[in-house]
């Protein structure tokens, strides 16, 4: 990334909307546990349920059932009708959480009995720990925020084991369930459950308790599958016991050390983050007393299907497609190159752009790419004037951008902006795509494509929504010298927000030496609270960070970016052996502090004052000379 990358971004996209936002709704809440749910589960057809993400703030009602228990084999035709009455931002879930109960044995039962509404298998007992249920059935309903604002029994037809009331009179998990889709408190907020006690069987993480069919496979279709399979960017597959059994201690080892699943961020429970991938205590036992206890395979009854996974596209098949017009050629050797590409955008309208998802033609030679945007014809100027594959130029596109589309770098997720959100395209503009290579030795050749996901509504009528647009600010530290054999260099910078915002994301960016960086917010008269913390950070997992849940900052809010560099012989990723100085640039040698943020606001003024205002601020903040490369300045 450069100084200027982002320096325009989403001005001119801002300056053609001028409808105010409304509030952004909140969820109705309780004073009631509040729960984490780290982890996803697949139900009994083998279809993943992404309990880790609720972006869109779905409210959960989880009931935990049994096979063997009349009395929650009675509620299954309630259930059914409950679910059927449902607005769709209710999810309403059966729980199997019974280890002794294999898969096949759970498909035939609610088969037989005709449950309409999903299952979650949880043989390993991951939700059954966060929920603690004492009874089948017992019923839990969790808002979008988190908290459980009802737990217990569905109705009050049983008194108890064995007497049934002639007649229901009160409807709790059904009242609970209207009041939260009406916008209202939940009056009741627990009952005592009746029923089974709920089998505690328990899966002993230190015994041979744990087999690969019930425990590991489903952990590794939900966390490893969608890169660790043939075709992907992991460099094996993980879909059957045999490709695990191959690399099972190397999977505890690299989950032990964070460093699989990829995803740097620390934990995040106040600010979560969309498509967390943070394994939890429970999952990294599971995978220890699995291989300590010699890789059972397990009974092929617990084994579930395998599931249906995207091929291409990771968010399905895109409204256009556009591609680099011709392959350019990355020579053996030298310096880094920046080449700006110019691709037409043709659309019949202007658009409001969810996503991109950028696939590098060759990921050799691809770090990074930026995705400014021309609606003046200034970029095909500029590339008419050189003769190859379009043009070279440091420091920024070359032109005044007149909006963005975000970027793509190394370990980047593609994924859609929450609550049908979306950057401003207008029609006609052509798309520049700004691709940073690094030559690898020998002669490469590159020609990438991007997929665009449009929000589907004209933007016109997403414009009278609340806070449906898009834009950017950053912060850096331009004044990087680093001495040669210094491990705890240490970096800051901190801006102050002039209006009211709404931050949807976050993205940090440093090169090779980057160790850590912790991103703050200081609201007036408030404690400070973390927008992200990054302990050891990682050059080849870089990604833009969605908030489940957009962030309210007040004007006067004060953001600060605090970061730490590693220029010892200590870091793997230093490129010197031995240890170089390295000073602020463009090259991935060269060392950046650079922190971009996604915001929206209800007000557009709002939205325009802060753009600009951060734009003057980035251009007042000191550069330091660092032509003298070879000696620190004194």
């Known amino acids: 990334m450069q100084t200027s990358q982002l320096f325009y971004n989403f001005i001119a996209m801002v300056l053609m909307c001028s409808n105010a936002f409304c509030q952004v709704e909140n969820s109705t809440r309780a004073t009631q546990q509040e729960i984490t749910i780290n982890f996803d589960l697949l139900d009994l057809r083998g279809t993943l349920h992404p309990l880790s993400q609720n972006d869109k703030g779905m409210v959960r009602a989880f009931v935990f059932l049994s096979t063997t228990c009349p009395i929650s084999n009675s509620y299954i035709q309630e259930l059914n009708r409950q679910c059927e009455a449902l607005p769709s931002r209710i999810q309403l879930f059966g729980v199997i959480s019974n280890p002794a109960i294999s898969r096949v044995e759970a498909i035939k039962h609610f088969r037989d009995f005709d449950a309409k509404f999903p299952i979650l298998f949880d043989g390993s007992e991951l939700l059954a720990e966060v929920l603690q249920p004492t009874h089948v059935p017992e019923a839990f309903l969790v808002d979008s925020s988190g908290k459980v604002i009802y737990r217990g029994a569905i109705d009050n037809a049983y008194e108890s084991i064995g007497r049934r009331r002639a007649n229901v009179e009160q409807h709790f998990l059904q009242d609970a369930l209207e009041a939260v889709t009406n916008c209202k408190s939940v009056l009741v907020s627990q009952t005592k459950p009746v029923g089974c006690l709920f089998p505690r069987a328990g899966v002993s993480v230190e015994s041979s308790g744990v087999t690969y069919a019930r425990d590991i496979a489903p952990l590794i279709q939900s966390r490893c599958q969608n890169c660790h399979r043939p075709g992907q960017v992991a460099p094996f597959s993980l879909t059957n016991y045999e490709e695990a059994v191959s690399h099972a201690d190397m999977l505890v080892e690299v989950t032990k050390l964070r460093i699989m699943p990829p995803w740097i961020p620390g934990p995040s429970t106040f600010h979560r983050f969309v498509g967390q991938r943070w394994l939890t205590d429970r999952e990294l036992l599971l995978l220890r007393g699995w291989v300590e206890s010699g890789c059972p395979r397990g009974n092929d009854s617990d084994l579930p299907p395998q599931p249906a996974l995207d091929e291409g596209w990771q ?320």
Not at 386 to 404: D, K, R, V, W
Not at 597 to 612: A, R, V
């Open 315 to 634: 968010l399905g098949p895109p409204d256009l497609v556009v591609r680099m017009q011709e392959t350019f050629t990355v020579p053996a050797d030298g310096p880094d190159l920046l080449q700006n590409f110019v691709i037409p955008i043709k659309i019949p309208e202007d658009k409001l752009v969810a996503a991109v998802e950028f696939h590098p033609g060759n990921k050799r030679v691809v770090h990074h790419a930026v995705l400014f945007l021309d609606d003046k014809g200034q970029a095909r100027k500029l590339d008419r004037a050189t003769p190859e594959p379009g043009y070279g130029n440091f420091g920024g596109p070359g032109f005044l951008p007149s909006g963005a589309l975000g970027g793509w770098s190394v370990g980047n997720t593609a994924r859609r902006l929450p609550n049908d959100m979306g950057r401003y395209l207008k029609k006609g503009s052509d798309l520049v795509v700004q691709v940073h290579y690094h030559p690898t030795g020998k002669i490469e050749s590159d020609q990438s494509e991007l997929g665009l996901h449009f929000v589907k509504k004209p933007v016109a009528e997403s414009l009278k929504e609340p806070a449906k647009l898009v834009g950017s600010i950053w912060m850096a530290n331009y004044e990087m010298d680093i001495p040669a054999g210094e491990g705890n260099y240490r970096r800051s910078t901190s801006y102050t927000l002039p209006r009211d915002v709404i931050m949807v994301g976050i993205v940090p960016h440093m090169h090779l030496l980057g160790k850590a960086m912790r991103v703050t917010m200081e609201q007036p008269g408030r404690p400070t609270e973390t927008l992200i913390d990054i302990h050891e950070w990682n050059y080849n997992w870089q990604d833009e960070y969605y908030y489940e849940q957009p962030i309210r900052l007040a004007a006067g809010t004060k953001l600060v970016v605090e970061a730490t560099f590693d220029n010892s012989p200590a870091n793997p990723s230093n490129p010197s052996s031995p240890p170089k100085r390295v000073t602020w640039g463009e090259e991935t040698t060269d060392e950046m502090l650079f922190c971009f943020f996604l915001l929206t606001s209800e007000k557009t003024g709002d939205l325009i004052h802060t753009i600009f205002d951060n734009l003057g601020h980035d251009m007042k903040q000191p550069r330091k000379d660092v032509s003298d490369t070879h000696e620190p300045k004194k």
